[in-house]
């Protein structure tokens, strides 16, 4: 169940970070520190959005 939980909390992070990324991408500039920013976003919010629904597919509940 924990794993569950944890898997759920990383999914909405990731789906966070990716929207972050496409609110900078609407509002940027043409400044290379918006597309760095823009980049990490991204990366690090489907690493996060993968990851949780990796863990939420792969673990199994546990019926008392």
């Known amino acids: 169940m924990e794993k569950k939980v944890f898997g759920i909390i990383l999914t ?6 990716l929207i972050a990324a ?4 609407v509002n940027s500039s043409s400044g290379s520190y918006n ?6 976003y991204g990366i690090l919010g489907l690493i996060f959005f993968f990851t ?3 863990l939420i597919r792969t673990t199994k509940d546990r019926s008392l």
């Open 22 to 25: 496409a609110v900078n991408f």
């Open 12 to 17: 909405i992070l990731g789906i966070a970070g």
């Open 52 to 54: 949780g629904v990796g």
């Open 35 to 40: 597309i760095k920013m823009i980049t990490v």
